[in-house]
């Protein structure tokens, strides 16, 4: 398996923009993570599913943050519109039950 | 949110001695887990101790666990250059939810 599956690995786009950040977990994982890294705030949880269905979003920032996982093998998050103090390192992790989480290698977003 | 904190936030130690990182936590676990992050890489998964282990040991490594404090200890051995990244505790409970502490830097000087 060619491990978590993230897209784009850079993005940079204008204040007000829609970005969509892309994660391919691994196969038979059931549970899917997205995380925020910055320097200020260390890993935040944004939302986690558990066989596609959302458990718990209560890091999604504000209602600019949506995350979609509609089936096993896929799932989006989006920003819409993009500001400049959502620049950071995405990060999309997946893990079989109550075991060690596999991470991709995140997508650095910069909202100028 | 974070649900762990760890200190030191950064450590800086000498080729061959000891690394020691603690992690504390609020609420309570399944698991709970060590990853290291080089820069600018995603997080590697180092080692897991469930809430009913005390100890558990990987090459290395060493880690200790205790629920009635809320608190757990990485014990890096013999340390090397290589290393030089930052760690990270994160705890595993209800639903498997995984989240991170705040990490410590460690610096491994040559």
């Known amino acids: 398996d060619a491990g978590v599956i993230q897209s784009p690995r850079h993005e940079v786009t204008e204040m007000g923009q829609e970005v969509t950040l892309r994660c391919k977990p691994i196969?038979?994982?059931?549970?899917l993570f997205w995380y925020r890294q910055t320097m200020m705030r260390g890993l935040e949880l944004l939302i986690y599913?558990?066989?596609?269905?959302?458990?718990?979003d209560s890091g999604m920032p504000e209602d600019r943050f949506s995350a979609k996982m509609p089936n096993a093998s896929f799932s989006t998050l989006k920003i819409q519109p993009s500001e400049p103090r959502d620049s950071a390192v995405y990060f999309c992790a997946s893990t079989p039950e109550s075991t060690e989480a596999f991470f991709g290698q995140g997508t650095r977003l910069t909202v100028v | 949110s974070q649900q762990g904190e760890e200190d030191p936030q950064a450590l800086s130690i000498q080729e061959g001695e000891n690394a020691t990182m603690n992690c504390s936590y609020k609420t309570s676990i399944n698991n709970l887990q060590w990853y290291r992050q080089n820069s600018g890489r995603g997080l590697v998964h180092l080692i897991l101790?469930?809430?009913?282990?005390r100890e558990k040991h990987s090459g290395r490594l060493r880690v200790t666990l205790d629920t009635s404090k809320k608190s757990s200890s990485l014990l890096i051995t013999a340390s090397r250059a290589a290393d030089t990244a930052s760690y990270f505790c994160a705890t595993c409970g209800s639903g498997d939810k995984l989240t991170f502490g705040t990490g410590t830097r460690l610096a491994v000087r040559p």
């Open positions: 599913f558990n066989n596609n269905v959302p458990i718990d």
């Open positions: 196969s038979g994982h059931n549970s």
């Open positions: 101790i469930r809430s009913n282990e």
